[in-house]
Each structure stands twice: as structure tokens, then as C-alpha cells.
């Protein structure tokens, strides 16, 4: 079994729990399709900020 070798600080053991309390996911709507996304990622069509980024196969 495993046993740390140094006692782990109360500052670290908060940073190791910072993401324990995150909230719901930041969603964006594109203007140009409607759809909902996360923000500051590619709609599931391929666009961003209401421009097409990304080429599908039927294009």
C-alpha cells in the first residue's frame, strides 16, 4: 500500500480540491444556427461566432 512520504499542506490539499465545486458548464447559442454549445469551442455544424470554421463532408 502506498504511504505519502510528506504531510501534504492545508493550501495544497485546497488546490488539489479547487475544480470539486464547479458549477454547470458555460453554454453559448450560436446566432447564426440557434444551436447550443460550449462557449469558446465549434457548434456541433461547424460554426463560431457566426462564421463557418469547419467544412463538413457534404461540402
Known sequence: MAVQQN???PSKRG???AHDFLGS???AVEPTTGEVH???HV???GFY???KVVKS???
Do not use: D, F, Q, V
Open 43 to 45: 457548434s456541433p455544424s
Open 7 to 9: 504531510k501534504k499542506s
Open 38 to 40: 460550449l462557449r469558446h
Open 15 to 17: 488546490m488539489h480540491r
Open 57 to 59: 463532408a457534404a461540402e
Open 25 to 27: 458548464l458555460p453554454l
Open 49 to 51: 461566432r457566426g462564421k
